[in-house]
């Protein structure tokens, strides 16, 4: 006599609503899960818009964090890819921090120089103030910014 039963793999999910179902989660959120951070499903068919299957020591190992692999399993595993967007921040941080470290360094300069400025007006209206009252003209005003610019006291 044949069995018509199919057997049933406890163990494993079948689409996304019962990975949702096992993870107390809503469909959209375990797909994102997916994506953002890397949930361990697999496709059969090898597309990325065919169905799923999960194996719930996989998710539960997942969960918690504590992949617990064999040195053999771990020797012959390949490293995971980090997921696209998560590929996509990593990269625009990158690219922030090396932005705001060129953008410090120029303030940074720009303060030295500014501070240089002040102390050359400061020895110059010093130096105007000593000679004004000793009853003397100060030196001609020149640009050093502008070499070709300078003003006289007539």
């Known amino acids: 006599m044949v069995d018509d039963k199919m057997t049933v793999n406890t163990e ?7 990975v949702a179902i096992y ?3 809503g469909v959209r959120t375990v797909q994102r899960w997916e994506i953002d951070l890397g949930l361990p499903v697999r496709r059969p068919r ?10 719930k020591a996989e998710l539960d190992s997942w969960l918690t964090g504590s992949q617990k692999d064999t040195p053999q399993e771990e020797a012959t595993k390949k490293p ?3 997921p696209p967007r998560t590929q ?3 990269s625009n941080t990158e690219l922030l921090m090396s932005k705001t470290r060129q953008l410090l360094d120029r303030s940074v ?3 030295t120089q500014s501070q240089s400025l002040c102390e050359r007006l400061n020895r110059g209206l ?4 000593v000679l004004a009252t000793k009853g003397l003209r100060p030196p001609p005003f020149t640009n050093h ?4 610019t300078s003003t006289t006291n007539s």
């Open 145 to 148: 910014l502008n070499p070709k």
């Open 12 to 18: 494993m999910l079948n689409s996304w609503k019962e």
């Open 46 to 55: 090898g597309k990325p818009r065919s169905a799923v299957i999960a194996f």
């Open 80 to 82: 995971l890819k980090a």
């Open 88 to 90: 996509v921040l990593h």
């Open 109 to 111: 300069d720009l303060c």
């Open 23 to 25: 993870l107390g989660r």
């Open 126 to 129: 010093a130096t105007t103030v």
